[in-house]
């Protein structure tokens, strides 16, 4: 089975309300300091690790504070960087945990069939047969393929992201129509289940 491709730049906050507009991406996170010359090294969280090298500055920490961008070495999964005013490695160990981001108009573009993860939250998830299955609330990385997470709690199902499943994206019009395959359907049943009158939902 195929994979419906998503590109992996990550949402600050992927439950956003529907009604926030997304300005920023995560591209990495910092794990911490590398020597003393203030270097600080991140974990990827992009498909697309060579955007680093066209970057001349980022957004780092919840006040996205930007720093140029001074220089830059990948390393697999890491990336480390030089960035302008951390001249040691105090002022680079405050910055571990922060996450790095850009602004959503220096997003890598991409090819069709291709998505970013702010793009599918807050879809209308709808079933070939026609059943409204809820909002898509999450996407979870996979070792083989991304899911979607659709609904709450006991309500929740769990949509994988491969063609046998994903059967169109219309991001205009808001909606995903999804085939359900064996397993699926049965999540579905049991979600509907709990809608029922008189069927008391926790939380």
């Known amino acids: 089975m195929n994979e419906v491709k998503i590109s992996s730049f990550t949402l600050k906050s992927p439950s956003r309300p529907s009604s926030q507009t997304i ?3 995560v591209i990495a996170r910092i794990i911490g300091p590398v020597g003393v010359d203030g270097v600080v090294r991140a974990r990827l969280l992009t498909d697309f690790p060579e955007h680093f090298s066209q970057l001349t500055a980022v957004h780092v920490g919840d006040n996205l504070r930007s720093y140029r961008i001074e220089s830059v070495r990948l390393d697999g999964t890491t990336v480390d960087l030089k960035l302008a005013g951390i001249e040691d490695a105090t002022a680079a160990r405050a910055l571990r945990d922060h996450e ?13 069939d291709h998505y970013y993860w702010h793009q599918i939250i807050d879809l209308r998830v709808y079933s070939d047969g026609g059943r409204d299955l809820g909002k898509v609330t999450d ?13 709450h709690g006991r309500n929740e199902l769990l949509i994988p992201a491969i063609e046998d499943v994903v059967v169109s994206i219309d991001l205009p019009g808001g909606t995903m129509i999804v085939h359900l395959i064996p397993g699926l359907d049965d999540q579905a049943e049991q979600s509907a289940e709990t809608n029922l009158p008189g069927t008391r939902n926790p939380g």
């Open 23 to 25: 300005r920023f991406l």
């Open 100 to 112: 790095i981001q850009i602004p959503i108009d220096q997003a890598m573009p991409l090819s069709p």
């Open 139 to 151: 996407v979870l990385r996979t070792g083989s393929n991304d899911v979607y997470v659709v609904g």
